[in-house]
């Protein structure tokens, strides 16, 4: 663990400090002040304190699609790395089919193995037939409309404003089924994909020291936001003091100084020859 960041069992265990007679927290059990700790890095965590993985998968081969982490939240990118050390991302595409069916046995029944009163379903990713009158979302029976100019057997020219945005491999993701799912015919083994993972589900959660206080006030807020016996003065001032750290942590993780300024500013000028 980074120097910057700090356990959560480290903030438990101050706030257990505080459990006793004489505060409104007597009598909370600690596994309540975990609870809602962890609710509280997912809370502000989201926000302004993405927690981003990198992570090389493998492609399973037999379906053409990757299983995404246990703790997967959202992508970032997905794509292959060369020889530099660059990342190639895979364009999205919306129309990969990723379609089941129902399992049947020899006689046609369907079967609900678990007992949800779900039927089990299998991939099914076959043609459903021909689709030659249903139209090319894609393009590619566009040719009879695509200008080509007077070279012999020339390509360019094209039809202005359609396509664009093509790369060598494309994917979906499906999260019905927790996985990607990859064009078939992209000629490759393994992705890296860039996630926004859920730093509540690690074995023991860290956040930053920015974020210290924020995650302390966050869980007092909500110990005595439901106690009948705690003033409504006490609740409202726990709350303000909550939004309070929430406002400082993000303002100090995200600061922009001088510098940062100058760069984004500066980045656009490129010499040029003069007229």
Not at 41 to 50: S, T, V
Not at 107 to 132: E, H, N, P, Y
């Amino acid at each position: 663990m980074a120097r910057n960041h700090i356990h959560l069992d480290d903030i438990v265990a101050d706030i257990m400090l505080l459990v006793n007679d004489e505060t409104y927290l007597n009598n909370t059990a600690e596994s309540t002040i975990r609870n809602l700790a962890l609710r509280g890095i997912r809370d502000i965590g989201f926000d302004m304190m993405k927690r981003v993985k990198s992570l090389k998968l493998n492609i399973d081969t037999t379906n053409n699609t990757v299983p995404l982490p246990d703790d997967f939240v959202d992508l970032v990118k997905i794509g292959v790395v060369g020889g530099d050390g660059i990342v190639r991302v895979i364009g999205e595409n919306k129309h990969i089919n990723m379609s089941q069916v129902y399992e049947t046995d020899s006689d046609g029944d369907t079967f609900d193995s678990d007992g949800d009163g779900v039927r089990d379903l299998v991939d099914s990713k076959t043609a459903t037939g021909s689709t030659s009158n249903i139209g090319d979302p894609l393009g590619e029976t566009m040719d009879s409309y695509i200008f080509r100019n007077y070279i012999y057997q020339g390509s360019s020219g094209r039809l202005y404003g359609f396509g664009g945005g093509h790369h060598g491999a494309q994917y979906r993701l499906n999260h019905d089924q927790d996985r990607i799912e990859m064009l078939p015919g992209h000629g490759i083994n393994q992705v890296v994909i860039e996630y926004v993972c859920d730093e509540a589900r690690s074995l023991n959660p860290h956040v930053h020291v920015y974020a210290e206080e924020a995650i302390r006030s966050y869980v007092y807020y909500k110990l005595i936001d439901k106690k009948s016996i705690v003033p409504i003065s006490e609740k409202q001032r726990a709350r303000a003091e909550y939004y309070n750290e929430r406002r400082l942590a993000n303002s100090r993780m995200k600061s922009f100084s001088k510098e940062d300024a100058l760069t984004v500013i500066r980045k656009n000028y490129r010499q040029s020859p003069k007229f």
